[in-house]
């Protein structure tokens, strides 16, 4: 399934190269607000923490590259976006963070709605680079933060001149599963648990900037087909 999300993108990638009218590219990055995570302690009988805690919303970052084709008010725009996640859980003791490492590649469909203002929404191929809960034993356990890879993303970004802001809803489109995790309940009172829900949503406001577009390099041949 992956490798064929992965050749849609392409494939429309370089159909839409050949229709272009405009193109630019570029570097991007910003700062993600973080929320998702839910934990249940398992008692086992022997009077540990059962508590559910929701994990508490944190910044985190992200950098990336993106390419846009224009075509009149429309444009497409694949992006390749590393994106660094945390929430946080209050335990008991003492607050235990979970971590999320990822490759996110975005395909966005976008319509100018005035000068400067853009509006765009689309799906995103998002692959977990590593994925970690703080106390847990055996140290860092890997969780599995989806179980499927794509998420959909919708947003409005503003352009002056060669710079972009860009205001960015990043949703999971993964099931909540159930995933066993073993907590040193010495350090952050709780034992054994079950983490109910392991996926990851987020807020992302980026800065863009332009390094080449169509307009700077007029001698190049357009409607050829794909770049790559």
């Known amino acids: 399934m992956n490798r064929y999300f992965l050749l849609i993108i392409i494939s429309i990638f370089c159909l839409s190269t050949t229709q272009a009218q405009e193109y630019s590219f570029g570097v991007k990055g ?4 973080v929320m ?3 934990l249940t302690g398992l008692d086992s009988g022997e ?10 919303s944190q910044f985190g970052f992200h950098a990336g590259i993106f390419f846009e084709l224009n075509f009149g008010k429309f444009f497409v725009r694949p ?18 963070t979970y971590a999320v490492e990822k490759l996110s590649i975005p395909l966005l469909f976008g319509y ?3 000068g400067p203002v853009d509006v765009y929404a689309g799906p995103a191929y998002q692959n977990i680079m590593n994925a970690t809960l703080e106390g847990t034993e055996p ?7 989806q179980n499927t890879p794509l998420a959909a993303q919708a947003g409005i970004k503003v352009g ?5 802001i860009d205001f960015r809803y990043d949703r999971s489109l993964a099931s909540a599963e159930i995933q066993d995790v073993d907590i040193n309940n010495g350090d952050y009172g709780v034992n054994r ?12 406001v980026s800065l863009s900037f332009k390094i080449g577009d169509s307009e700077s390099n007029t001698g190049r041949r357009r409607g050829r087909g794909c770049y790559f």
């Open 160 to 164: 002056f001149g060669r710079f972009e």
């Open 47 to 56: 009077g540990f923490n059962s508590d559910t805690f929701n994990a508490e």
């Open 112 to 114: 100018n709605v005035w």
């Open 36 to 38: 998702g995570g839910e």
């Open 79 to 96: 992006e390749v976006i590393y994106n660094s996640m945390e929430t946080e859980f209050p335990f008991p003791d003492q607050n235990s």
């Open 193 to 204: 648990a079950e983490f109910t829900d392991t996926r990851l949503n987020q807020f992302l």
């Open 139 to 145: 140290i860092n356990q890997t969780i599995v933060a």
């Open 30 to 33: 910003g700062g993600n607000y």
